[in-house]
């Protein structure tokens, strides 16, 4: 199902409907333990290490569970604790006894390396009188990070009912946390939510914990989804035990059992006209990649077929280049294509803003859904209100730069402007940014929960135009395509980079582009 968001009143009334029916705190700690650790394996399949920072609540204990789960598959672990012990709750100590249980003796990570025993403790708290020196901690850090290619920090310090500002100890250890993923490229894991960040608005301590990925618990929050960069990718840990109640939510944060089943196994006899004619209108001089990845994408999302229509003057090159499976035509006018027997547009990608009036007459009088992007944007920015009048449907994909010319959303938060911009106009919205988001007049709001700072390139967006209207010409709709292309494409992404060898610098579309069918696939496979 799609994870509803919460604030922490209705997580914690949640909680207690959950525990006044029988279900067993310990129990529900221990999955979501087992859930972190799950999600984290994801990106990080091989042993290395992870280091623990734990506070002394619940949070911690869930932390704790998922680094035991972690040793028993091979990882070396490391606890850094912010509190004494005897401050802690009896419940995060028995999760740290279950740890020290599995190692022979107690070190010193700072004075003795890490060892080989598979865990390491470290009192944190008692550094607070007597802060590390600049070169201490740089030689503490390379105690307890080594030459590990794989150092991933959980943050356990602080759960959802914690607010800014942050004091120490606490504040010490989200600064080390910070540290080390700075000069030590240590992947951080925030459990729930990012120490230091409010769980309702979003509002952030100077000195929060700079998350690469949050594992929230149960539900989304609603500080996770605020306009900023501090909370990386977000997994949501499912407990059945906990329920969302029967109310429509108003937004949701989508995830991949939700999204599987709008991609149902094709019939043993379908047949390619079952899946959509896509009629790619993209490229001019110059920019004929656009083109080409927009009619891949198409392709890889399962469109029937691909039909790519370009300006006469590119004509030879395109044909030349592009994939064997589509076919491509000349165009003389813009004009022309209202008489093609297209199922679905895509339009926009490098096309160039010198036939505006023939684009415009296209997005407006075009009977066919179609995916809007790129400077089919820019030119429809001049004259907006069309939208009003278009013959069919129309999905939007704009970035941030795009949606600014296309909307003056002033100091709206990026989830209003999409709201209000669809209020205006009757269209679906794919609005494109490190949290993207999918809005239609009276659906919930739509998060996506995948994708990566590597996406930051060219040619990302028309590989995602294309597969969009792919989705479109297998029955979906704009609002559900757009959601499953920005997951898919994300997830693609993902796993460029963590299961073949990208970078966030060397990412590229056409690694997306080959990581597409991986992506659909998990999404098949998703429990629903």
Same mark, same amino acid.
């Given at each position: #199902?799609d994870?509803?968001?919460?604030?922490?009143?209705?997580m914690?009334?949640?909680e207690?409907?959950?525990?006044a029916?029988?279900?067993?705190?310990?129990?529900?700690?221990?999955?979501?333990?087992?859930g972190?650790?799950?999600?984290i394996?994801k990106?990080?399949?091989?042993p290395g290490?992870?280091?623990?920072?734990?506070?002394k609540?619940?949070?911690?204990g869930?932390?704790?569970?998922a680094a035991e789960?972690?040793?028993r598959?091979g990882?070396?672990?490391?606890v850094?604790?912010?509190?004494k012990?005897?401050d802690?709750?009896e419940l995060m100590?028995k999760?740290?006894?279950?740890?020290?249980?599995?190692?022979s003796?107690i070190?010193d990570a700072i004075?003795s390396?890490?060892?080989d025993?598979?865990?390491?403790l470290?009192e944190?708290?008692a550094?607070v009188g007597d802060?590390l020196?600049a070169?201490?901690?740089?030689?503490a850090?390379?105690?307890?990070?080594g030459?590990a290619?794989?150092t991933?920090?959980?943050d356990?310090?602080?759960g959802?009912?914690?607010?800014?500002?942050l004091r120490d100890?606490?504040r010490?250890?989200?600064?080390h946390?910070n540290? !080390?993923r700075?000069k030590?490229?240590a992947?951080?894991v925030?459990?729930?939510?990012?120490?230091?960040l409010?769980g309702?608005s979003g509002e952030t301590?100077?000195d929060?914990?700079?998350?690469?990925f949050?594992?929230?618990i149960g539900f989304?929050?609603?500080?996770?989804l605020?306009?900023?960069?501090?909370?990386?990718l977000?997994?949501?840990?499912s407990?059945?035990d /906990?329920?969302?109640?029967?109310a429509?939510?108003?937004?949701?944060?989508?995830?991949?059992?939700?999204?599987g089943? !709008?991609l149902?196994r094709?019939k043993?006899g379908?047949?390619?006209?079952?899946f959509?004619r896509?009629g790619?209108?993209?490229?001019?001089?110059?920019f004929?990649?656009?083109?080409?990845?927009?009619?891949?994408?198409?392709?890889?999302?399962?469109?029937?077929?691909v039909?790519?229509f370009?300006?006469?003057?590119i004509?030879?090159?395109?044909?030349?280049?592009?994939?064997?499976?589509? #076919?491509?035509k000349p165009v003389?006018t813009?004009?022309?294509?209202?008489d093609?027997?297209?199922?679905i547009?895509?339009?926009?990608?490098?096309?160039?803003?010198?036939?505006?009036a023939?684009?415009l007459? !296209?997005?407006?009088?075009?009977?066919q859904? #179609?995916v809007?992007?790129a400077?089919?944007?820019?030119?429809l920015?001049?004259?907006?209100?069309?939208l009003?009048?278009?013959?069919g449907?129309r999905l939007?994909?704009p970035?941030p730069g795009?949606?600014k010319? /296309?909307?003056?959303?002033a100091?709206?938060?990026?989830?209003?402007a999409?709201r209000?911009?669809?209020?205006?106009?009757?269209?679906?919205?794919?609005?494109?940014?490190s949290?993207?988001?999918?809005c239609e007049?009276s659906?919930?709001?739509?998060?996506?929960?995948?994708?990566?700072?590597?996406?930051?390139s060219?040619?990302?967006?028309d590989v995602l135009t294309?597969?969009?209207?792919?989705?479109?010409g297998?029955g979906?709709?704009?609002y559900?395509a757009?959601?499953?292309g920005?997951w898919?494409?994300g997830?693609?992404?993902?796993?460029?980079i963590?299961?073949?060898?990208?970078?966030?610098?060397?990412l590229l579309s056409r690694?997306?582009?080959?990581?597409?069918?991986?992506?659909?696939?998990?999404l098949?496979?998703?429990?629903?």
């Amino acid at each position: #199902m799609d994870s509803p968001i919460f604030t922490s009143t209705q997580m914690r009334g949640t909680e207690q409907v959950a525990f006044a029916s029988g279900v067993d705190v310990e129990a529900l700690m221990n999955q979501a333990g087992a859930g972190v650790a799950q999600a984290i394996a994801k990106f990080f399949p091989h042993p290395g290490k992870c280091i623990v920072f734990s506070g002394k609540g619940h949070n911690a204990g869930d932390a704790l569970v998922a680094a035991e789960c972690f040793r028993r598959r091979g990882w070396k672990i490391e606890v850094r604790l912010a509190f004494k012990e005897s401050d802690c709750s009896e419940l995060m100590r028995k999760k740290l006894d279950a740890l020290r249980r599995a190692r022979s003796e107690i070190r010193d990570a700072i004075t003795s390396g890490s060892g080989d025993t598979g865990v390491t403790l470290v009192e944190l708290w008692a550094e607070v009188g007597d802060h590390l020196s600049a070169e201490q901690d740089a030689i503490a850090a390379e105690a307890y990070l080594g030459t590990a290619s794989r150092t991933i920090i959980l943050d356990g310090l602080l759960g959802l009912g914690a607010k800014p500002p942050l004091r120490d100890p606490v504040r010490m250890a989200c600064r080390h946390i910070n540290q !080390l993923r700075e000069k030590k490229k240590a992947y951080v894991v925030a459990v729930d939510l990012p120490t230091g960040l409010d769980g309702d608005s979003g509002e952030t301590d100077p000195d929060c914990v700079v998350a690469d990925f949050t594992v929230t618990i149960g539900f989304a929050k609603h500080g996770l989804l605020a306009d900023n960069a501090l909370v990386g990718l977000i997994e949501v840990v499912s407990l059945p035990d /906990l329920k969302p109640g029967k109310a429509t939510p108003n937004e949701l944060l989508a995830s991949a059992n939700s999204l599987g089943p !709008l991609l149902p196994r094709r019939k043993f006899g379908a047949y390619k006209n079952q899946f959509g004619r896509i009629g790619v209108v993209a490229g001019s001089k110059g920019f004929i990649g656009a083109a080409l990845m927009t009619a891949q994408g198409a392709l890889r999302a399962g469109a029937g077929l691909v039909e790519v229509f370009v300006p006469e003057e590119i004509y030879p090159i395109v044909a030349a280049s592009a994939p064997q499976e589509s #076919m491509v035509k000349p165009v003389q006018t813009y004009r022309d294509l209202l008489d093609e027997k297209i199922d679905i547009w895509a339009l926009g990608p490098g096309l160039g803003k010198s036939r505006g009036a023939e684009i415009l007459n !296209l997005i407006e009088d075009a009977e066919q859904p #179609m995916v809007v992007d790129a400077d089919g944007l820019n030119v429809l920015s001049e004259k907006i209100d069309i939208l009003k009048q278009c013959r069919g449907p129309r999905l939007l994909t704009p970035h941030p730069g795009e949606m600014k010319r /296309l909307f003056d959303f002033a100091k709206m938060s990026r989830a209003h402007a999409a709201r209000n911009f669809c209020e205006q106009y009757p269209i679906a919205l794919l609005l494109k940014g490190s949290r993207t988001i999918v809005c239609e007049r009276s659906r919930p709001l739509s998060y996506n929960s995948t994708g990566n700072p590597g996406m930051a390139s060219g040619g990302m967006g028309d590989v995602l135009t294309g597969v969009c209207a792919g989705l479109v010409g297998q029955g979906l709709s704009l609002y559900d395509a757009a959601r499953v292309g920005a997951w898919v494409c994300g997830r693609a992404a993902e796993m460029s980079i963590f299961q073949s060898g990208q970078s966030e610098e060397s990412l590229l579309s056409r690694d997306v582009l080959n990581h597409l069918g991986n992506a659909f696939n998990e999404l098949h496979n998703s429990p629903v």
